[in-house]
């Protein structure tokens, strides 16, 4: 297979913890324009995989490839400016800052000016436009001057998914994008990856197995920090050693 | 409206003061609230507590004593020389204390200052505990005679505004959005693409050349540079200043500065006292009012308006 194909690839991905090994040997491979779910029991070492994607954790063993880049080695910053920007799983917003400074903070490093201390921030509002197009597209705009941290729940991460669209990521990673949500959220976020998945690629980390088959072509299975299986949820779901590790800790 | 006002009366006070109030009292003040204006940069807008920042004032003081005493150099040139010294100090404890969070980035600044503060005790050109004593005030630009106490307090408050003025400024550019962005979520901040460490440090530069420049006008006002200036106690009384003030907030350390001196100066014949009184304050001041006075006043402001504002305190 040509590795254009892939957005993102591992090779014996690992990561050990004093002796445990929290993720083993673990290679994955996104395709460009998927929506690729990673599931799996409490423990799996899902969260830490994704860690090891965002580079928040240093893996002992393995590789990390983007776009045939080998980017085992490069710094979160850095990821994020080749295009692959991630949420966090508690939502990360800057609470003190109204949604439209949240939104242009994630806009405003292309300006080149971040470090430009002597100027005004009256020069920020050059932003303002497609600040308020974002919000927009994730149905916030008449909380545009809201302090963030006074946002519900779910539209902490719909402003979440605002700033990181902001970034006009290649790859978006999203960390359980619906964890705590009510089930009208639940409905609002789904449909909101959906959409704004159009000419991107997801990687997510998901526990709702409904959100999950409705959102993504392929998934891939973790256990014990190992992959049990992979391929569409049609036929991953149906593969008794998947609904065996399922059923043990009562998800379905 | 209210704003232009209440600043024209500042102004008016700040002109007028020197007439009503002992000069010397008021250009410690200013200087000290310089001082807990840089530190707040730090504090209140990146969320980082240095615990040695006497080592940018202490410094200052000393490079612009030696500067002015001898080698003769005149005042404008000598201060440049303190706050360049106190931003190169701080562009090396920065480096190497940024890459630590909360109580160990305090205690790499705490042991780095410790160290300027040994070095100002041995050395052989700072005088040792006599400090550098009796250093002349100089003619500012060849002219603009200093050791007239009127002259002098204009030019102290002008220092004072023009690093002001630069703190608020570096608050409300994109670079202070930035910081705000790091105070409130660093790792968010790097999932943007931040490089956060780059910013932390020109952050700390930036505080420490004006903590700089706080010792350097310092040094002219009292005419003396001296181990006060880098223990570790000044370093603890400009955290003070900031909390009781009201730490993220523009005007607070302004206030705590003034605050704090004001109850040195007046019950100094108290003795050791003050610092007793000093702790008293802290700690109600930690249980009671934790935004400190002006954090605390500009809360019920917005209580009072109850109106949806953006909030001005973390602007």
Known sequence: MASGEFVLETEGLSKEFKGFFAVRDVSLRVRKGDIHALIGPNGAGKTTVFNLLTKFLTPTAGRILYKGEEITKTGPADIARKGMVRSFQISAVFPHLSLLENVRIALQRELGTSFHFWKSDDSLSALNDRAMALLEAVGLTEFRNHTAGDLPYGRKRALEIAMALACEPRLLLLDEPTAGMTHEDIVRITDLIGRVSENRTVLMVEHNLSVVSNLSNVITVLQRGEILAEGPYEEVSKMPEVISAYLGTGHG | MIRIISLVALIIIALVAPFFFYPVFLM??????????????????????????????????????????????????????????????????????????????????????????????????????????????????????????????????????????????????????????????????????????????????????????????????????????????????????????????VFGPVVGAFLVVTIQNYLAQLGSWVTIIQGGIFVVCVLLFRRGIVGEAMALARKLRKKPEKEDAVS
């Open chain 2, 28 to 249: 410690k003040a200013l200087c000290f609230a310089l001082f807990a204006c840089a530190f707040n940069l730090l504090l209140g807008y990146v969320g980082l507590l240095s615990f040695g920042h006497a080592a940018f004032l202490g410094s200052a003081a000393y490079v612009t004593g030696h500067s002015m005493k001898v080698l003769g150099l005149p005042p404008e040139l000598s201060i440049l020389a303190g706050t360049g010294a106190a931003a190169l100090l701080g562009l090396g404890f920065g480096w190497l204390a940024i890459r630590r969070q909360g109580i160990y980035f305090a205690m790499i600044t705490l042991a780095l200052s410790q160290m300027v503060f040994f070095f100002a005790l041995q050395a052989p050109f700072t005088g040792g505990e006599d400090g550098i004593q009796a250093i002349p005030r100089g003619y500012l630009l060849g002219f603009i005679d200093l050791n007239n106490q009127l002259t002098l307090y204009y030019f102290v408050l002008a220092m004072f505004v023009f690093g002001w003025l630069v703190i608020y400024r570096t608050i409300h550019s994109p670079f202070g959005q930035v910081l705000k962005a790091i105070r409130e979520n660093e790792p968010r901040a790097i999932s943007l693409g931040y490089r956060t460490d780059q910013y932390k440090l020109m952050a700390f530069v930036l505080s420490a050349a004006l903590s700089g420049m706080a010792g350097a006008t310092k040094t002219l006002v009292f005419q003396l540079a001296s181990l006060t200036d880098v223990h570790w106690h000044m370093s603890g009384e400009v955290v003070l200043m900031t909390l009781l003030g009201g730490m993220g907030t």
